[in-house]
């Protein structure tokens, strides 16, 4: 029977040493199509092994729901690795941060403020079996141990970033962890992984898991401090940060590929083991990204480039070869080398039928709006990701709208008519409003659950009381909106749509076009003019967009594309200085600060 064992030096694989040299790959965040092609090159990079983090929220998006197909098809990924002649690691959770909406957390959970998060806590640990009865017996059969590629298993992740509560219980939680994973015959090593901090992997580990570390930079020293921890066996930097994630309203950002080439030769001289963050970042297509608040709520933007090797569409960087260089210092790489990109098809597409947000927002609501006699929280209504709507009626006296706090951004409409924007990450909580009666409504935005640090599991939508100039306004109808399905639920509406040409400014609502191009190639969609929403190419929602950058493109996987008879749409919340869109030839990542 083949065998991985964590020997008193090293990693041992059916008895000899091996030094484990992975790359993170998000299956969630490529298409489908492409996992193989994104395999392939990196075992061209020198790779032996894929790390791949599971986000219990993307397969349980509901209660009672337990997805494994199509996009959530991780059986068919690790097959895939196997295939290529690799090895892999599973990071399952049940936290994951990544960047990732909630960390992976699902928000149905967590809006029962009886579980505790991250906790040795009866219904939180109740939940965690159930997922991981449905997740890992397909991660078992694919053991090493069992002749599939699975070496590994992490258990939680950076828990010595989180939470207050003594060494004692944080010790119970994992335990309790081991047990639930253990007893879903996971048989392989577990390991936990902490930032090379002292108190950190202290307070992440168990004395009996092996420890594993996060940094980018500084390896020496920061495999001193994880030998303090982890005094025998193998010492492995389980996410060396070879790049960065980008937020919305920030600037791009690169981690220049010499430094990262110069660390990563130090950490393997020193006979250390690695995974590299990101080998491939990929795509937080839908609305799938996180969000971060020390202070200032700062959502995760749509592209997850990470400045990594392998880029967002899967072409190899400069930082690429160079990391192949130093790999083929210390272990065999294949001759192949993978091609560069080839210039992406160019084209402009008139964006002219379309149904004004007032409009469409009432195709869109989910059910009937329901009466509140305050303004409810998006859990009270069901909703863990995406947009609601909320409508009152106000006088000519009411003059302003004030909220205590609006998780996260909300468009503020007096009789279907836009009257100003509440943002959370402006501290944007007052809107002027006209001196006049109406019904006012209000389109709010989920941009994301914090991923990181003590405001994971924060209810979203209006937060608190909402009062006006004069009176507190505690007589609402709201609703969840089913944004993701709005070009099929509006699809009559934009077929009757008027058409017209497209050098006109675009109103906020939904917008349609159409194109024919190169069947199966990326494509890079950039929106100048346009202000803030969501854009679906042939039904399939990309992600968001924003003026406010850093990114001006997104992706489009070549799987989605037709030669004929493309579909573009956009949710458009503000409005466009023209009625167009174009396809350019490359992607446009953002002002960087170098």
């Given at each position: 029977?083949?065998?991985?064992?964590?020997?008193?030096?090293?990693?041992?694989?059916?008895?000899?040493?091996?030094?484990?040299?992975?790359?993170?790959?998000?299956?969630?965040?490529?298409?489908?199509?492409?996992?193989?092609?994104?395999?392939?090159?990196?075992?061209?990079?020198?790779?032996?092994?894929?790390?791949?983090?599971?986000?219990?929220?993307?397969?349980?998006?509901?209660?009672?729901?337990?997805?494994?197909?199509?996009?959530?098809?991780?059986?068919?990924?690790?097959?895939?690795?196997?295939?290529?002649?690799?090895?892999?690691?599973?990071?399952?959770?049940?936290?994951?941060?990544?960047?990732?909406?909630?960390?992976?957390?699902?928000?149905?959970?967590?809006?029962?403020?009886?579980?505790?998060?991250?906790?040795?806590?009866?219904?939180?640990?109740?939940?965690?079996?159930?997922?991981y009865a449905s997740l890992l017996p397909l991660v078992?059969?694919?053991?090493?141990?069992?002749?599939?590629?699975?070496?590994?298993?992490?258990?939680?992740?950076?828990?010595?970033?989180?939470?207050?509560?003594?060494?004692?219980?944080?010790?119970?939680?994992?335990?309790?962890?081991?047990?639930?994973?253990?007893?879903?015959?996971?048989?392989?090593?577990?390991?936990?992984?902490?930032?090379?901090?002292?108190?950190?992997?202290?307070?992440?580990?168990?004395?009996?898991?092996?420890?594993?570390?996060?940094?980018?930079?500084?390896?020496?020293?920061?495999?001193?401090?994880?030998?303090?921890?982890?005094?025998?066996?193998?010492?492995?930097?389980?996410?060396?940060?070879?790049?960065?994630?980008?937020?919305?309203?920030?600037?791009?950002?690169?981690?220049?590929?010499?430094?990262?080439?110069?660390?990563?030769?130090?950490?393997?001289?020193?006979?250390?083991?690695?995974?590299?963050?990101?080998?491939?970042?990929?795509?937080?297509?839908?609305?799938?990204?996180?969000?971060?608040?020390?202070?200032?709520?700062?959502?995760?933007?749509?592209?997850?480039?990470?400045?990594?090797?392998?880029?967002?569409?899967?072409?190899?960087?400069?930082?690429?070869?160079?990391?192949?260089?130093?790999?083929?210092?210390?272990?065999?790489?294949?001759?192949?080398?993978?091609?560069?990109?080839?210039?992406?098809?160019?084209?402009?597409?008139?964006?002219?039928?379309?149904?004004?947000?007032?409009?469409?927002?009432?195709?869109?609501?989910?059910?009937?709006?329901?009466?509140?006699?305050?303004?409810?929280?998006?859990?009270?209504?069901?909703?863990?990701?995406?947009?609601?709507?909320?409508?009152?009626?106000?006088?000519?006296?009411?003059?302003?709208?004030?909220?205590?706090?609006?998780?996260?951004?909300?468009?503020?409409?007096?009789?279907?008519?836009p009257v100003g924007v509440l943002d959370r990450g402006?501290?944007?909580?007052?809107?002027?409003?006209?001196?006049?009666?109406?019904?006012?409504?209000?389109?709010?935005?989920?941009?994301?659950?914090?991923?990181?640090?003590?405001?994971?599991?924060?209810?979203?939508?209006?937060?608190?009381?909402?009062?006006?100039?004069?009176?507190?306004?505690?007589?609402?109808?709201?609703?969840?909106?089913?944004?993701?399905?709005?070009?099929?639920?509006?699809?009559?509406?934009?077929?009757?749509?008027?058409?017209?040409?497209?050098?006109?400014?675009?109103?906020?609502?939904?917008?349609?076009?159409?194109?024919?191009?190169?069947?199966?190639?990326?494509?890079?969609?950039?929106?100048?003019?346009?202000?803030?929403?969501?854009?679906?190419?042939?039904?399939?929602?990309?992600?968001?967009?924003?003026?406010?950058?850093?990114?001006?493109?997104?992706?489009?996987?070549?799987?989605?594309?037709?030669?004929?008879?493309?579909?573009?749409?956009?949710?458009?919340?503000?409005?466009?200085?023209?009625?167009?869109?174009?396809?350019?030839?490359?992607?446009?990542?953002?002002?960087?600060?170098?």
């Amino acid at each position: 029977m083949p065998t991985f064992e964590i020997g008193p030096e090293d990693f041992l694989l059916d008895g000899e040493r091996m030094q484990v040299v992975s790359g993170a790959l998000h299956y969630f965040r490529v298409h489908p199509d492409q996992w193989a092609d994104r395999i392939h090159k990196a075992r061209l990079m020198g790779l032996n092994t894929i790390e791949t983090y599971v986000p219990w929220n993307f397969h349980a998006p509901e209660p009672g729901v337990f997805d494994l197909d199509g996009r959530r098809d991780l059986g068919r990924f690790l097959d895939l690795v196997a295939h290529e002649g690799l090895h892999a690691i599973v990071r399952p959770g049940p936290y994951i941060c990544a960047e990732w909406d909630g960390g992976g957390l699902p928000a149905w959970l967590l809006a029962d403020p009886t579980v505790g998060v991250r906790r040795h806590e009866p219904g939180f640990l109740d939940a965690i079996g159930k997922y991981y009865a449905s997740l890992l017996p397909l991660v078992a059969e694919r053991q090493v141990t069992r002749g599939g590629p699975v070496l590994m298993v992490q258990v939680e992740n950076e828990y010595g970033a989180y939470g207050d509560d003594p060494l004692p219980e944080r010790q119970r939680y994992l335990r309790a962890l081991v047990d639930l994973v253990r007893g879903q015959d996971i048989e392989v090593p577990l390991f936990t992984c902490d930032q090379a901090n002292d108190e950190m992997l202290e307070r992440g580990g168990l004395p009996e898991l092996h420890r594993t570390a996060t940094f980018g930079s500084r390896t020496t020293e920061r495999l001193e401090v994880l030998r303090r921890h982890q005094p025998t066996g193998p010492l492995m930097c389980m996410e060396f940060w070879n790049g960065w994630f980008d937020s919305w309203g920030l600037e791009h950002h690169l981690a220049p590929a010499e430094a990262n080439a110069a660390d990563l030769d130090d950490l393997l001289t020193a006979g250390g083991s690695v995974n590299l963050y990101m080998f491939h970042g990929g795509t937080n297509f839908g609305l799938t990204s996180g969000a971060n608040d020390k202070g200032i709520y700062r959502p995760i933007a749509t592209s997850y480039d990470y400045d990594a090797p392998l880029a967002e569409d899967g072409t190899p960087t400069a930082k690429y070869f160079a990391m192949r260089d130093v790999i083929a210092r210390h272990l065999p790489v294949p001759a192949e080398v993978p091609a560069d990109r080839q210039p992406a098809p160019v084209l402009e597409v008139a964006v002219t039928a379309h149904v004004p947000l007032a409009s469409a927002v009432p195709s869109l609501v989910r059910g009937d709006l329901a009466v509140f006699d305050h303004a409810p929280t998006m859990e009270e209504l069901g909703l863990w990701s995406g947009f609601a709507v909320y409508r009152t009626t106000i006088g000519p006296d009411d003059a302003v709208l004030t909220v205590d706090e609006v998780r996260d951004r909300a468009v503020v409409l007096l009789d279907g008519e836009p009257v100003g924007v509440l943002d959370r990450g402006s501290h944007t909580f007052a809107v002027a409003l006209p001196a006049r009666a109406g019904e006012l409504t209000l389109l709010v935005e989920n941009q994301g659950h914090v991923n990181y640090g003590p405001r994971i599991g924060e209810p979203k939508g209006l937060i608190g009381t909402v009062r006006t100039a004069v009176r507190t306004l505690d007589e609402w109808q709201a609703a969840a909106l089913r944004v993701e399905d709005a070009p099929e639920l509006l699809r009559a509406a934009l077929d009757a749509a008027p058409g017209g040409g497209a050098d006109g400014a675009a109103v906020a609502g939904l917008h349609r076009g159409t194109f024919d191009s190169v069947a199966g190639a990326d494509h890079f969609l950039r929106l100048d003019g346009w202000t803030k929403g969501l854009a679906w190419v042939n039904g399939e929602l990309l992600g968001r967009y924003w003026s406010l950058g850093p990114t001006h493109t997104l992706y489009v996987p070549g799987p989605l594309v037709r030669e004929s008879g493309n579909e573009l749409v956009l949710l458009e919340l503000h409005g466009g200085a023209a009625r167009r869109a174009a396809f350019v030839t490359a992607p446009a990542l953002g002002v960087t600060e170098q």
